[in-house]
């Protein structure tokens, strides 16, 4: 398959993007009727040149320079996912999740995953959602309620050239829907037993009657109370001490308490001081609201989301001398968790000048809340507000040449919190100042691509960025791409790209008056895609970064800094196998550390450690990541009524996160929890199995009824269900519920 994983075809793949943008443009095949894009053959719907998320130029599908997977709103229906979290995990091939004990969960795509989720970019209708003060991602991907989605773009690869820093390891694009993609109501009801929740959701859309655009309006609000410490355990790898030990470093504290946790061996799951695992933030409701409206050449959106989730501290270990500092620490212990909310407007201006130049202008406002709380401290409460404004040109010069350019303006004001805004997830009415003055900074962005068909079977595309930031200097964005299409089924892709990224904010408002050096990433990237038959679709790609200049936590900077420079490839196969009843999706992926390098900051701090142990001679693996990812989905149409889905993710194993225990059980036995670390402990090293099942009957076309059963191995054993802790690590582990959930969709 041409540069798209999908689960049916290419036809449906090009009618949604065609409905949900209404931007496309052809030689000669382009339908006068929505209607019949349907009758149109698969040949006929490749020819047709469509708005992609990885090109600023349009062009067909096939020619798209880009791995990029797309989920259908058919694809997350049939997940029954329970955030995006999951939902990117069941589909994105060498994709992976992991948690966080002091930090939101982190999500990465071909071993770049950091201890914060600033490596990506998170986009909604093609408008930058992430947070930039000291996080990245955060909004939007653990809420449980999808029905707004139309469908989501993964372009998997470097993507600054188009979307700015920040687009370093991949893009995440989220459609909605829209008036032309959704008429009448909708109400949605899911509820999750073991992992408990319950969700609801109604959306409405309308087209005005002269035909001339409409709208849509949708909301979401739940409860998640998650699954219970009994349900997914908590599994730590070390022996705990019978009796109090006092540490003779601090004779006058509690540490000769008794603990619940003591006398727990390892591999007993722990209990009494544990939270519920997915629970949300406080127990306040997740929330999201959306609402668009489209007239003659303008777009106007406004979005809503409120969300977060309790944060499991590392309990047993860092408040049980010998392990850890005191067990003062220990109670209460359930009062760690992160929260956000994030409210963004949109007005957008799209004019066609003749049949070969269009010009697009958008303005934008974004608010972002958050806050952090571990055990008994504010890490931060903050608030940003930014103001994006943006223009694209495109213009066909002829047959051979497209060429786009644009200029975007970002304005952001950073700091304390919106006083009287978020009263909602403020803690006992106290909201921390921490010593955030507001600051506001600019950041001028000037971007452009050249695509040039230079045969019938060669096309090029030149693209590049400039970025200035306030307290940066220009930071620039190249890329360039060849593809090459010999005949109707077999297409070859060789992609260069440099991805950039400043640091966060808070971190150059410290640092205004020194030179501060962007995260950067070279990569190349070689990708074949064979459309072997109708009903089958090959590809497979071949990475290597070869230069990944990393920003990551260094205790010796005191905050985030390039701790080093890493290099890895890796391969990934994929094939797609559809027919009108039956799907079949396998990909198989491999990631391999090759190098790392430290920077300038001293060995004690271990700046590199979150990503490995290689450079203190410690293995030649990835810290937090499974070399070996396979993942499987299936769809079977039983009958016009009955549906059967499945999903199955392999983790085969976490040999640089083994590598890891042993730098730290032998290396740095001297300092405190590091102690905690057992060379005999194995379980958290092997293999996690997530197996969900669904079935879904429809008795009316405006009904449906869906069970769907998660992480079904753990019925057999918890640990095949393991998901590891990322960053600094324990050795422990949680074990995700084998849960059942239910949906009805009812649409008037």
């Not at 998640?224 to 022996?239: C, H, N, R, T």
């Not at 972002?368 to 930014?386: C, I, T």
């Amino acid at each position: 398959m041409a540069g798209k994983l999908v689960t049916y075809s290419w036809r449906f793949f090009v009618i949604a993007v065609f409905l949900c943008s209404g931007q496309v443009f052809s030689k000669g095949v382009m339908p006068e009727k929505e209607e019949e894009l349907f009758e149109m053959s698969i040949e006929q719907l490749m020819e047709i040149e469509v708005a992609s998320t990885a090109t600023l130029t349009e062009a067909k599908p096939r020619l798209v320079p880009a791995a990029v997977t797309t989920i259908t709103e058919e694809q997350i229906q049939a997940s029954g996912a329970r955030s995006l979290f999951e939902l990117l995990d069941i589909y994105v091939p060498n994709l992976q999740w992991w948690h966080n004990h002091w930090e939101p969960d982190n999500m990465g795509l071909r071993g770049i995953l950091s201890d914060r989720d600033d490596k990506y970019l998170l986009l909604v209708n093609g408008r930058v959602m992430n947070e930039r003060t000291r996080y990245g991602a955060l909004s939007e991907r653990d809420l449980v309620f999808m029905r707004d989605i139309h469908h989501i773009d993964i372009v998997r690869g470097p993507g600054s050239a188009l979307y700015g820093p920040g687009a370093v390891a991949m893009v995440i694009n989220i459609i909605t829907h829209n008036s032309e993609t959704f008429q009448g109501t909708e109400i949605t009801g899911r509820l999750g037993a073991v992992e408990e929740f319950y969700s609801g959701e109604v959306k409405h859309g309308r087209k005005f009657d002269d035909g001339d655009g409409g709208y849509f309006i949708y909301a979401g609000i739940a409860k998640y109370p998650g699954a219970s410490e009994f349900d997914a355990p908590q599994i730590y790898g070390v022996d705990f001490p019978v009796a109090p030990i006092d540490d003779p470093a601090t004779p006058d504290d509690e540490s000769d308490s008794a603990m619940p946790w003591d006398g727990l061996q390892k591999g007993e799951p722990l209990t009494g001081v544990s939270i519920n695992d997915g629970q949300a933030a406080r127990d306040i409701a997740p929330m999201k609201l959306y609402a668009e409206l489209t007239k003659g050449r303008w777009n106007f959106w406004g979005r809503y989301t409120r969300g977060g989730k309790m944060i499991f501290w590392p309990t047993g270990l860092v408040a049980r001398s010998p392990y850890g500092w005191s067990a003062s620490w220990a109670l209460p212990l359930k009062d760690s968790f992160y929260a956000y909310q994030q409210a963004t407007g949109f007005v957008g201006y799209n004019r066609e000048f003749g049949e070969k130049t269009n010009l697009e202008a958008s303005f934008s406002y974004d608010m972002f809340d958050f806050q952090r709380r571990v055990y008994a401290w504010w890490q931060e409460a903050y608030s940003e507000n930014k103001y994006i404004g943006k223009l694209i040109v495109r213009h066909d010069v002829n047959k051979k040449h497209k060429i786009a350019a644009g200029f975007e303006v970002l304005h952001g004001e950073y700091g304390y919190p919106s006083e009287g805004w978020p009263n909602m997830l403020a803690y006992d009415g106290v909201f921390p100042s921490g010593n955030m003055p507001r600051w506001g900074t600019n950041m001028y962005s000037v971007f452009g691509e050249h695509q040039w068909t230079l045969s019938d079977r060669v096309t090029m595309f030149l693209g590049a960025r400039f970025d200035k930031h306030k307290f940066t200097n220009w930071m620039f964005s190249p890329r360039t791409s060849i593809v090459y299409a010999p005949n109707k089924k077999d297409t070859f892709k060789f992609m260069w790209a440099r991805s950039v990224r400043a640091n966060y904010e808070d971190v150059l408002k410290k640092a205004e008056d020194h030179e501060s050096h962007p995260e950067k990433l070279d990569s190349f990237e070689v990708r074949y895609e064979r459309r072997h038959s109708e009903h089958l679709d090959l590809a497979v790609s071949v990475f290597h970064h070869y230069n990944l200049e990393l920003i990551g936590w260094s205790n010796a900077a005191g905050g985030q800094a390039i701790v080093g420079t890493m290099k890895n490839y890796g391969i990934e196969l994929e094939a797609t196998y559809h027919t009108e009843r039956t799907s079949l999706m396998i990909s198989h992926s491999y990631t391999k550390l090759h190098d790392f390098k430290l920077g300038e900051i001293p060995w004690s701090a271990d700046p590199a450690i979150q990503f490995s142990s290689q450079p203190y001679g410690w293995g030649d693996d990835l810290q937090r990541w499974a070399n070996h990812l396979t993942k499987i989905t299936a769809r079977h149409k039983l009958d016009d009524r009955w549906t059967l889905d499945g999903s199955m993710r392999f983790y085969w194993g976490y040999p640089g996160l083994k590598d890891y225990a042993k730098y730290k059980a032998t290396a740095c036995n001297g300092h405190s929890w590091y102690t905690a670390y057992d060379l005999n402990w194995e379980r958290s090293y092997q293999g996690s199995f997530f197996l969900n099942l669904g079935l879904q009957y429809q008795p009316k076309e405006n009904l449906t009824f869906r069970v769907d059963g998660y992480n079904l191995l753990g019925m057999f054993s918890h640990d095949l269900n393991h998901r590891n802790y990322g960053g600094e690590g324990y050795a422990d582990y949680r074990c995700a519920a084998a849960a059942v959930g239910v949906t009805v969709i009812y649409k008037f």
